[in-house]
Nanobody, 121 residues
Framework: QVQLVESGGGLVQAGGSLRLPCRVP????????IGWYRQSPGKQRDMVAR???????VYAESVKGRFTISRNNPLNTVYLQMNSLKPEDTAVYYC???????????????WGQGIQVTVSS
């Protein structure tokens, strides 16, 4: 069973920074796309940033210029560096991965359990 291991959330003041790592432990065949989504109370879950195995990244408009996503392919790990945080960035952040767990298997989507990020004004 593939699991996504998230860490790095917490409370930070507006203007501060946090880094969210997400790791896919164990052996998998390929990690095609990995990234972060977020969800605030009463709102839908939205994509924040994601990156392909080739390093191509996509960002939500609201975080462009403030957040940077990067990945370490040998470690199957993605990092979301969040700078200049705003109170509206407060949400539960979820790691998301599209991967092939083993040779011959189909592409599957996996989610982490979610991690709270709170930005105080």
């Amino acid at each position: 069973q593939v699991q996504l291991v998230e860490s790095g959330g917490g409370l930070v003041q507006a203007g501060g920074s946090l880094r969210l790592p997400c790791r896919v432990p164990g052996s998998i065949f390929s990690l095609n796309v990995i990234g972060w989504y977020r969800q605030s109370p009463g709102k839908q879950r939205d994509m924040v940033a994601r990156v392909t195995s080739a390093g191509s990244a996509v960002y939500a408009e609201s975080v462009k210029g403030r957040f940077t996503i990067s990945r370490n392919n040998p470690l199957n790990t993605v990092y979301l560096q969040m700078n200049s945080l705003k109170p509206e960035d407060t949400a539960v952040y979820y790691c998301n991965a599209l991967l092939v767990p083993s040779m011959g298997a189909a592409l599957h989507e996996y989610w982490g359990q979610g991690i709270q990020v709170t930005v105080s004004s």
